[in-house]
């Protein structure tokens, strides 16, 4: 069993930026791919980011991409999500989720969920 938990999130202007935490206990964080999501009102969860075990590879959603970084410190056994150039279409709730599979960006995939963290940015 693994516990998430994430932190971080908040309300900032667009351009701005924040960095998500995602805290984890229980088994060995390390063996285990790392993946953000977000959920926006009234739409289905979005892939955003992974990070592979032992930060082997990572994956972004387009939407993210030069904007966003993943990263993971496992003798921390938390992960980050640094957003930078915040917009208004990436307010949402964020979710941290861990996969004994490998890196994936299908949330399916996934066995281990946080309970979110809002984000919201204003124009």
């Known amino acids: 069993q693994v516990q998430l938990i994430e932190s971080g999130g908040g309300l900032v202007q667009a351009g701005g930026s924040l960095r998500l935490s995602c805290a984890a206990s229980?088994?060995?964080?390390?063996?285990?791919?790392v993946g953000w999501f977000r959920q926006a009102p009234g739409k289905e969860r979005d892939f955003v980011a992974a990070i592979n075990f032992s930060g082997g590879g990572t994956a972004y959603a387009d939407s993210v991409k030069g904007r966003f970084t993943i990263s993971r410190d496992d003798a921390k056994n938390t992960s980050y999500l640094q957003m930078n150039s915040l917009k208004p279409e990436d307010t949402a709730v964020y979710y941290c989720?861990?996969?004994?599979?490998?890196?994936?960006?299908?949330?399916?995939?996934?066995?281990?969920w946080g309970q979110g963290t809002q984000v919201t940015i204003s124009s």
């Open positions: 989720a861990a996969s004994d599979r490998g890196l994936t960006a299908w949330g399916r995939l996934y066995d281990y």
């Open positions: 229980g088994r060995t964080f390390s063996r285990y791919a």
